[in-house]
Antibody, heavy 121, light 108 residues
Framework: EVQVVESGGGLVQPGGSLRLSCAAT????????MHWVRQAPGKGLEWVSS????????AYADSVKGRFTISRDNARNSLYLQMNSLRPEDTALYYC??????????????WGQGTVVTVSS | EIVLTQSPGTLSLSPGERATLSCRASQSVSSRYLAWYQQKPGRSPRLLIY???TRATGIPGRFTGSGSGTDFTLTVSRLEPEDFAVYYCQQYGSSEFTFGPGTKVDIK
């Protein structure tokens, strides 16, 4: 079964750090662009970051640029999001998602169940 | 950054009725790189439409996407009970990927 499973969420104080992981199974991980998308409680979807199959192309939303770092380990079929200098407005459900083809400009066809990040003192 | 606006914010309809959802972009979306997603409460988003008009795998024919440039539409020809949800459009034609704020389709 093709799936991605997020982990690593939790409660962290403002200014703290957290590292999210996304484990991919059922597909050739290193053939796909991967993404992080978040959803604050009761709000809509917000794209966070994307990384190409070879980590050669990376993009961030302005809201996280300079604080978050996306990375991947193709040998471990895993995607990561290192989140530093966390703010209360980063509180959200964080989804890992796969592009539906190997190209950068593709919609997201596989989504995980998400991992909750709460930033609060 | 391309900003997406969706209208209406909420659409109240009855099962069997036709739903027409709009997504407008602040600038032209290149190569029709526009997708639609459905999200039900407590669930992850599901890809419905990509390339503005191509249905994703397993999506019923009652879902139709259309449009180009800055104006796009998602039509659900006859609403089934399971179609009541929030729908998001997304552009993926630039180096950044942006979502619209969503349209909630609820039962009248």
């Amino acid at each position: 079964e093709v799936q991605v499973v997020e982990s690593g969420g939790g409660l962290v104080q403002p200014g703290g750090s957290l590292r999210l992981s996304c484990a991919a199974t059922g597909f050739i991980f290193d053939a796909y662009v991967m993404h992080w998308v978040r959803q604050a409680p009761g709000k809509g979807l917000e794209w966070v970051s994307s990384i190409s199959w070879d980590s050669g192309t990376i993009a961030y939303a302005d809201s996280v640029k300079g604080r978050f770092t996306i990375s991947r380990d193709n040998a471990r079929n895993s995607l990561y999001l290192q989140m530093n200098s966390l703010r209360p407005e980063d509180t959200a459900l964080y989804y890992c998602a796969r592009a539906y083809t190997s190209g950068w400009n593709c919609a997201f066809d596989i989504w995980g169940q998400g991992t909750v990040v709460t930033v609060s003192s | 950054e391309i900003v997406l606006t969706q209208s209406p914010g909420t659409l109240s309809l009855s099962p069997g009725e036709r739903a027409t959802l709009s997504c407008r972009a602040s600038q032209s979306v290149s190569s029709r790189y526009l997708a639609w997603y459905q999200q039900k409460p407590g669930r992850s988003p599901r890809l419905l439409i990509y390339g503005a008009s191509t249905r994703a795998t397993g999506i019923p024919g009652r879902f139709t996407g259309s449009g180009s440039g800055t104006d796009f539409t998602l039509t659900v020809s006859r609403l089934e009970p399971e179609d009541f949800a929030v729908y998001y459009c997304q552009q993926y034609g630039s180096s950044e990927f942006t979502f619209g704020p969503g349209t909630k389709v609820d039962i009248k």
